[in-house]
């Protein structure tokens, strides 16, 4: 640009300085609100200021001043808490002003075309540099906003959680004292209705407590790992069932034919094997006349125990599949969701993996476990 266009420029542009300001102030978008409403007339000076330097400070002071009143009018905006889109409308209402404002120069099209390229590389910088801090800086005000949210969050279901085991194993205990009292009505009146059915339903709740008791990880404190058999373990479970299994005439079909021995709670393991064979049960009760559940465990490459248990009931549907093993997901009109969740826990702590297969006429669990080491 020649020195005389320039001279043209800054004499002009200090000459309507003050009609420039004031009409960018009179059309600025600003909230009654806005803190910082005072100063929009000085940043709009000082704005005016670095576009008037444009024509005689070397490019890099004025990039230097540029950037530092961007931020600084960024953090206001920040602090102003307003809509980013009024502040990009008044720095381009500013740009457009000045440009009307040159149309009264006398100057031909290619000097005044470069002074518009300079105007513009003046506002663009400073609107990334401005945009550019108030998107940073907001994102991380939410970001702040939303740690302390989800930490209230989590705490409250921490407290939640420990309410509900405390208030479940205040809950056993009673259960107990009733359940041990019907013992005694049984022993001094066996012929009294109705004991059986109260036992049952006793059981069923004593069994929906354990898993709940099982998800809160409670019944883990003072507990130790053991050695035990699955084989007997197996025996035990479908003698625990076996009332279960009579009323609804299901057919065993067991084939554990060599010895598998694990390491671990043995109380939970047994609660994973009562839990799938009772799904069976209950499943197999209402679909067919012939329902039976096959059982067959053996050792894979003399380091895993395998175990399929698997039932000829319907099939789960597909999109149920895929999460079963999620909480709260169940086929049962009044089942808690937890049962499958709880069964998964357990066997994942205890280095296993269980999965599910399911086609018609046969569903089948799998558990795969790590076999007990033989003592050296």
Same mark, same amino acid.
């Given at each position: 640009?020649?020195?005389?266009?320039?001279?043209?420029?800054?004499?002009?542009?200090?000459?309507?300085?003050?009609?420039?300001?004031?009409?960018?102030?009179?059309?600025?978008?600003? $909230?009654?609100?806005?803190?910082?409403?005072?100063?929009?007339?000085?940043?709009?000076?000082?704005?005016?200021?670095?576009?008037?330097?444009?024509?005689?400070?070397?490019?890099?002071?004025?990039?230097?001043?540029?950037?530092?009143?961007?931020?600084?009018?960024?953090?206001?905006?920040?602090?102003?808490?307003?809509?980013?889109?009024?502040?990009?409308?008044?720095?381009?209402?500013?740009?457009?002003?000045?440009?009307?404002?040159?149309?009264?120069?006398?100057?031909?099209?290619?000097?005044?075309?470069?002074?518009?390229?300079?105007?513009?590389?003046?506002?663009?910088?400073?609107?990334?540099?401005?945009?550019?801090?108030?998107?940073?800086?907001?994102?991380?005000?939410?970001?702040?906003?939303?740690?302390?949210?989800?930490?209230?969050?989590?705490?409250?279901?921490?407290?939640?959680?420990?309410?509900?085991?405390?208030?479940?194993?205040?809950?056993?205990?009673?259960?107990?004292?009733?359940?041990?009292?019907?013992?005694?009505?049984?022993?001094?009146?066996?012929?009294?209705?109705?004991?059986?059915?109260?036992?049952?339903?006793?059981?069923?709740?004593?069994?929906?407590?354990?898993?709940?008791?099982?998800?809160?990880?409670?019944?883990?404190?003072?507990?130790?790992?053991?050695?035990?058999?699955?084989?007997?373990?197996?025996?035990?479970?479908?003698?625990?069932?076996?009332? $279960?299994?009579?009323?609804?005439?299901?057919?065993?079909?067991?084939?554990?034919?060599?010895?598998?021995?694990?390491?671990?709670?043995?109380?939970?393991?047994?609660?994973?094997?009562?839990?799938?064979?009772?799904?069976?049960?209950?499943?197999?009760?209402?679909?067919?006349?012939?329902?039976?559940?096959?059982?067959?465990?053996?050792?894979?490459?003399?380091?895993?125990?395998?175990?399929?248990?698997?039932?000829?009931?319907?099939?789960?549907?597909?999109?149920?599949?895929?999460?079963?093993?999620?909480?709260?997901?169940?086929?049962?009109?009044?089942?808690?969701?937890?049962?499958?969740?709880?069964?998964?826990?357990?066997?994942?702590?205890?280095?296993?993996?269980?999965?599910?297969? $399911?086609?018609?006429?046969?569903?089948?669990?799998?558990?795969?476990?790590?076999?007990?080491?033989?003592?050296?």
């Amino acid at each position: 640009m020649h020195v005389v266009t320039k001279k043209k420029m800054t004499d002009f542009l200090l000459s309507e300085k003050d009609s420039l300001i004031a009409e960018w102030t009179k059309k600025i978008q600003i $909230s009654e609100d806005d803190p910082y409403r005072d100063k929009i007339s000085s940043n709009a000076e000082e704005m005016l200021g670095i576009i008037i330097n444009l024509f005689s400070k070397p490019d890099d002071e004025v990039d230097l001043h540029i950037e530092k009143l961007a931020i600084l009018i960024g953090k206001e905006r920040v602090k102003a808490n307003i809509n980013i889109g009024d502040f990009v409308y008044n720095v381009n209402l500013g740009r457009s002003i000045i440009y009307s404002y040159l149309k009264k120069l006398e100057l031909d099209w290619d000097h005044l075309q470069e002074s518009i390229d300079r105007i513009n590389y003046c506002f663009d910088h400073f609107l990334y540099f401005a945009v550019s801090y108030y998107s940073e800086h907001k994102n991380k005000i939410i970001e702040e906003k939303n740690e302390f949210i989800n930490s209230t969050h989590q705490d409250r279901l921490t407290l939640l959680g420990q309410m509900t085991s405390s208030f479940i194993h205040e809950f056993r205990n009673p259960l107990t004292s009733i359940q041990g009292f019907i013992q005694l009505l049984k022993a001094d009146h066996p012929d009294m209705k109705y004991l059986d059915i109260i036992t049952n339903e006793l059981d069923q709740l004593n069994f929906q407590i354990s898993q709940y008791l099982l998800l809160s990880k409670k019944e883990l404190i003072g507990k130790e790992k053991t050695r035990f058999s699955l084989n007997i373990m197996i025996d035990e479970v479908l003698a625990f069932l076996y009332p $279960s299994l009579l009323d609804s005439k299901v057919n065993v079909v067991k084939e554990t034919n060599e010895e598998m021995e694990l390491v671990g709670y043995a109380d939970e393991i047994r609660q994973v094997l009562i839990n799938i064979v009772f799904n069976a049960i209950d499943v197999l009760s209402q679909y067919r006349e012939d329902p039976q559940i096959n059982i067959k465990g053996y050792t894979v490459n003399d380091t895993h125990i395998k175990l399929e248990i698997a039932n000829n009931g319907p099939a789960i549907p597909e999109h149920m599949l895929k999460s079963i093993f999620e909480p709260f997901v169940t086929t049962k009109k009044l089942g808690t969701g937890l049962g499958l969740f709880v069964c998964r826990e357990i066997i994942e702590k205890h280095k296993g993996i269980l999965a599910c297969s $399911s086609v018609p006429d046969k569903t089948e669990f799998i558990i795969l476990l790590p076999l007990a080491k033989n003592p050296s």
